[in-house]
């Protein structure tokens, strides 16, 4: 049973560039989201979706992208990375909702240099 | 290394010994909060939650309380065990929002 995966697990990049997180969930839940974390910092809420198709910005979302095609796919697109970016990128999966408990990947940890 | 995780408060225990790691939360009109575990190099484990009508709830060698008037949440873990080294934060939650608490590394010595 895995439960929610995200590759890559390390990633450094240069500023300027893009790159997409992926992430999946095996679960068959409809209520997915992406969450940054920052030292010292609790999570905070970049996109999520409430199902294929549809997508929603949270507490953090510019410089952000994401999309919804399949129930299982929620990937995370950095459109021009910044050295603001650098942080923890988890993605969570819920049968319950976006503001339920969330069932989360291990993460990306991702540089921006 | 784990670069998450730093800066936070830290509790540091005996194995055996019982742990109380505090989360105090903002919003008066947050009804429900959850307690996450976050070990090293993975990602945040529910452990157990609680809706605002009630002070207290049980789980398996767990035990949350919840204090409205001092907006006040607590973490009791019993018999601390090795395995329970990690950083614990709570989430609070009210109509279409959710706010996660930084957490407290917890540590336990053999």
């Known amino acids: 049973n895995a439960g929610v995966t995200q590759t890559p697990k390390f990633q450094v990049l240069k500023t300027g560039q893009s790159m997409t997180l992926q992430c999946a969930q095996d679960?068959?839940?409809?209520?997915m989201s992406w969450y940054r974390q920052d030292p010292g910092m609790g999570l905070r809420l970049i996109h999520y979706s409430v199902g294929a198709g549809i997508t929603d910005q949270g507490e953090v979302p510019n410089g952000y992208n994401v999309s919804r095609s399949t129930t299982e796919d929620f990937p995370l697109r950095l459109l021009s990375a910044a050295p603001s970016q650098t942080s923890v990128y988890f993605c969570?999966?819920?049968?319950?909702?976006?503001?339920?408990?969330?069932?989360f990947g291990d993460g990306t940890r991702l540089s921006i240099l | 290394g784990e670069s998450v995780g730093l800066h936070l408060p830290t509790l540091s225990v005996q194995e055996g010994d019982n742990s109380i790691i505090n989360c105090a939360y903002s919003?008066?009109?947050?009804?429900?909060f959850i307690w996450y575990k976050q070990e090293s190099g993975k990602g945040p484990q529910f452990i157990i939650d609680i809706r605002s009508n009630m002070d207290k709830r049980q789980g398996q060698r767990v035990t949350v309380l919840l204090n409205k008037t001092v907006k006040h949440l607590s973490l009791q873990i019993a018999a601390t065990q090795p395995g329970d080294s990690a950083v614990y934060f709570c989430a609070e939650i009210r109509i279409n929002d959710m706010r996660f608490g930084a957490g407290t590394r917890l540590t336990v010595k053999p």
């Open positions: 969570a999966s819920s049968s319950e909702g976006v503001h339920q408990p969330q069932h």
């Open positions: 919003n008066s009109a947050s009804d429900y």
């Open positions: 679960m068959n839940h409809e209520y």
